[in-house]
C-alpha cells in the first residue's frame, strides 16, 4: 500500500496530500522515503496518519504558517466525498510520532546552495558568497520550553516575558538559502555554535562574518578548510604593519596568544583594512571600522571593492526578516516567534520553516532565471504569497501538466520585481527599551535623504 500504509484514498499518481505535489519539483517522495527508513520511522500497521503523511504535513505548516494544524490538512488534500478531517488531538500526536529526526535529516539531504557562477550576485571573484550570524527567537511560554531553552533577565524587573533559542545560521548571500543552522539555549553564545556549520561551508567559498566571531583558532580553522575570509574586528585589537600597501591597507599578523606575538611565533599573516564613514547620516559614523581578510593581493582585491562586499553580510539579516517578519510572523493567534509548546516540536518546527523557506527561494531562484534577474530584486513577500494562493490549486494529471503549473507561477513570481534598492539608511534603534540598543525615538522615524552612495563616504584610515 503506498504512502506508508495510509488507508485514506490517493489520487491518480497515489499522492494522499495531492495539494502538495508542486513540493515535490524540490522535495522528492523517494527522499521523504529514504529518510524515514533511514530514523526508523515505519508503520507496521495501516492508518490515516502514516509517518509520510506526517512528514508533509509538518512541511506544509512551514508554508501555512498562519492555519492551525487541521486547517494544514485541508489545505493540503482534496477530501472525498463523506471524508472527514483527521481531529487536531490526532494530528498533535503522529506529529508527535514523527518526532525531530526525519525533519532533521530531511533538511541536511534536502536543502543546498542554488546559486550558480551566472547567478547576478552570489559570487565575488568566482568564490561564492557565504554569510554567518545569528538571532534569538521566542518560543511559547511553557515549563518545558523555560527548562529545555531558559530565558532572559532582566535583573529586578523580573523575566523576560518568553523562553528564547539561540540560532546561527549559514546563509547563501546571493540567494538567501539558508544552508545550515546551528540551534543553542539563550545562555549559548553565537562562538559556542559556530563549530556545528564548518562542514557546511564549502571549500573555496568567501565567508563573511561580524566583529563578534573573530579569533585565531577560528581564523585557523576556516583557513585550513580551504574558505576565504572576509571578517570586522572589534576596536583595540593590534595589528602591527608588516607592509603597507598602494591601496591604503597593510598586511599584519595575527598571533595565538600575547606572548607568541612578543616571540613571533605561529603567526599568520593577513591583511587589514581600516576606513571611516564621512556621511553623519549614516551608521558608523565617527568610528573606525576595521576589515580582516586573507585576500592579500591588493591589485586583485582592491580596498575599495572589498569594503562594499563586506556590506553584502547583510543579506543574512534579510533571510532572517523573511522568516521571522513575512513567512511566519507574529499575531494575535502567535505572540511568540514559534507556536510548538515543547522542545521537540520547536525543534521540529525549526526545519519545518527553513525547509519551506528553500522551496520558496528556489521558486524566486527558478523564476528569476527565466528572466535574467537577481533573486534579491524579486519581493520575497509577493512570491511566498503567490505560492501560498497556487499550490492548492495545482491540479496534476500528469508531467505536463505539472510544467505547465509551475511556468504559470515562475511567470507569475517575475511579475514581482523589486524596483532598485534605494540609497537609504535604518537607524540601530527599537521599541523595546530592554536592549544594548538606543531607544526609538520620533526622530529615527523618517531620518533626511542620504546625499552620497556608500563608496563615496569611505575614507581610508591610516
Given at each position: 500500500m503506498r504512502q506508508g500504509c495510509c488507508v485514506l484514498p490517493a489520487d491518480e499518481s497515489g499522492r494522499i496530500l495531492d495539494r502538495l505535489a508542486m513540493l515535490e519539483k524540490f522535495i522528492t517522495p523517494a527522499v521523504i522515503r529514504q529518510v524515514l527508513a533511514w530514523a526508523g520511522r515505519i508503520n507496521v500497521r495501516a492508518?490515516?496518519?502514516?509517518?509520510?503523511?506526517?512528514?508533509?504535513?509538518?512541511?506544509?505548516?512551514?508554508?501555512?504558517?498562519?492555519?492551525?494544524?487541521?486547517?494544514?490538512?485541508?489545505?493540503?488534500?482534496?477530501?472525498?466525498?463523506?471524508?472527514?478531517?483527521?481531529?487536531?488531538?490526532?494530528?498533535?500526536?503522529?506529529?508527535?510520532?514523527?518526532?525531530?529526526?526525519?525533519?532533521?535529516?530531511?533538511?541536511?539531504?534536502?536543502?543546498?546552495?542554488?546559486?550558480?557562477?551566472?547567478?547576478?550576485g552570489a559570487f565575488f571573484d568566482g568564490m561564492p558568497l557565504f554569510a554567518i550570524d545569528g538571532t534569538v527567537l521566542d518560543v511559547p511560554d511553557t515549563p518545558a520550553n523555560d527548562v529545555a531553552f531558559g530565558r532572559p533577565s532582566g535583573g529586578d524587573r523580573g523575566d523576560g516575558a518568553f523562553p528564547q533559542l539561540r540560532k546561527l545560521s549559514l546563509v547563501e548571500v546571493g540567494t538567501h538559502v539558508e544552508v545550515a543552522f546551528a540551534v543553542g539555549t539563550y545562555r549559548t553564545s553565537e562562538q559556542a555554535l559556530l563549530p556545528q556549520l564548518w562542514s557546511s561551508v564549502p571549500p573555496g567559498a568567501l565567508l563573511l562574518w561580524d566583529r563578534n566571531f573573530f579569533s585565531y583558532d577560528r581564523w585557523n580553522e576556516a583557513i585550513s578548510?580551504?574558505?576565504?575570509?572576509?571578517?570586522?574586528?572589534?576596536?583595540?585589537?593590534?595589528?602591527?604593519?608588516?607592509?603597507?600597501?598602494?591601496?591604503?591597507?597593510?598586511?599584519?599578523?595575527?598571533?595565538?596568544?600575547?606572548?607568541?606575538?612578543?616571540?613571533?611565533?605561529?603567526?599568520?599573516?593577513?591583511?587589514?583594512?581600516?576606513?571611516?564613514?564621512?556621511?553623519?547620516?549614516?551608521?558608523?559614523?565617527?568610528?573606525?571600522?576595521t576589515l580582516l581578510t586573507d585576500l592579500l593581493d591588493h591589485r586583485c582585491y582592491p580596498?575599495?571593492?572589498?569594503?562594499?562586499?563586506?556590506?553584502?553580510?547583510?543579506?543574512?539579516?534579510?533571510?532572517?526578516?523573511?522568516?521571522?517578519?513575512?513567512?511566519d510572523p507574529r499575531r494575535i493567534t502567535k505572540p511568540a516567534h514559534l507556536r510548538s509548546e515543547t522542545p521537540a516540536g520547536v525543534l521540529q518546527e525549526l526545519y519545518a520553516v527553513s525547509l519551506a523557506h528553500f522551496v520558496i527561494r528556489s521558486f524566486m531562484v527558478s523564476a528569476a532565471a527565466t528572466a535574467g534577474l537577481d533573486p534579491d530584486r524579486l519581493s520575497f513577500t509577493g512570491c511566498f504569497q503567490i505560492l501560498k494562493c497556487r499550490l492548492p490549486e495545482c491540479m496534476v494529471t500528469g508531467e505536463t501538466s505539472l510544467e505547465a503549473w509551475l511556468d504559470a507561477v515562475l511567470a507569475e513570481m517575475v511579475q514581482e520585481c523589486l524596483p532598485p534598492r534605494r540609497n537609504r539608511v535604518n537607524p540601530r534603534v527599537i521599541k523595546r527599551k530592554l536592549s544594548k540598543w538606543a531607544k526609538k525615538r520620533p526622530e529615527h522615524c523618517r531620518p533626511p535623504p542620504l546625499t552620497k552612495p556608500f563608496p563615496a563616504c569611505v575614507v581610508m584610515a591610516n
Open positions: 492508518c490515516k496518519l502514516s509517518h509520510e503523511v506526517m512528514m508533509w504535513v509538518v512541511l506544509a505548516m512551514g508554508i501555512f504558517t498562519d492555519m492551525p494544524i487541521r486547517q494544514v490538512f485541508r489545505l493540503s488534500r482534496r477530501l472525498r466525498p463523506g471524508e472527514k478531517t483527521p481531529v487536531r488531538s490526532a494530528l498533535c500526536m503522529a506529529r508527535r510520532r514523527l518526532g525531530v529526526e526525519p525533519v532533521r535529516e530531511l533538511f541536511r539531504q534536502v536543502v543546498r546552495p542554488l546559486a550558480t557562477p551566472q547567478t547576478p578548510r580551504g574558505i576565504h575570509l572576509l571578517v570586522r574586528l572589534q576596536a583595540g585589537m593590534i595589528l602591527k604593519p608588516l607592509q603597507r600597501l598602494s591601496d591604503g591597507s597593510y598586511l599584519a599578523k595575527i598571533y595565538p596568544t600575547p606572548y607568541a606575538r612578543q616571540k613571533d611565533r605561529d603567526g599568520i599573516v593577513v591583511r587589514v583594512i581600516r576606513y571611516t564613514l564621512d556621511d553623519p547620516l549614516r551608521a558608523g559614523h565617527g568610528e573606525e571600522h580596498a575599495m571593492v572589498l569594503i562594499p562586499e563586506y556590506h553584502e553580510r547583510w543579506e543574512n539579516e534579510l533571510t532572517y526578516d523573511e522568516q521571522k517578519a513575512h513567512q
